[in-house]
């Protein structure tokens, strides 16, 4: 069991960028997969991007690679979402998950696979 506490949301304008931040506690960090979900008004939550347990693996979903870096720093104890070139598609309210998991490689993508969850910060992109 892992806690999570999602920062770094706010109101950006169309073009701008935000970081968000992921800060766990209660649990060995360094042995949590991470992923960023998203979830807008009407829509089913998706997923953004992971984070393997050391770092060296990433994976990003169609719609935000090459626009938002995922990272992590074990020794904070915290993940990241650097988030570029934002738009009004990417309004929503930012979740961080964590797994744990053996697999040093392991990128889940998959709602079902993550166990702990933060409340979320609101990503809003103005015009």
């Known amino acids: 069991q892992v806690r999570l506490v999602e920062s770094g949301g706010g109101l950006v304008q169309a073009g701008g960028s935000l970081r968000l931040s992921c800060a766990a506690s209660g649990s060995t960090f360094s042995r949590h997969a991470v992923g960023w979900f998203r979830q807008a008004p009407g829509k089913e939550r998706e997923f953004v991007s992971s984070i393997s347990t050391s770092g060296e693996n990433r994976f990003y979903s169609e719609d935000v690679r090459g626009r938002f870096t995922i990272s992590r720093d074990n020794a904070k104890n915290t993940a990241y979402l650097q988030m570029t070139s934002l738009n009004r598609e990417d309004t929503a309210l930012y979740y961080c998950?964590?797994?744990?998991?053996?697999?040093?490689?392991?990128?889940?993508?998959?709602?079902?696979?993550?166990?702990?969850w933060g409340q979320g910060t609101q990503v809003t992109v103005s015009l």
């Open positions: 998950a964590a797994t744990e998991t053996p697999i040093p490689w392991r990128v889940p993508s998959i709602s079902s696979d993550y166990d702990d």
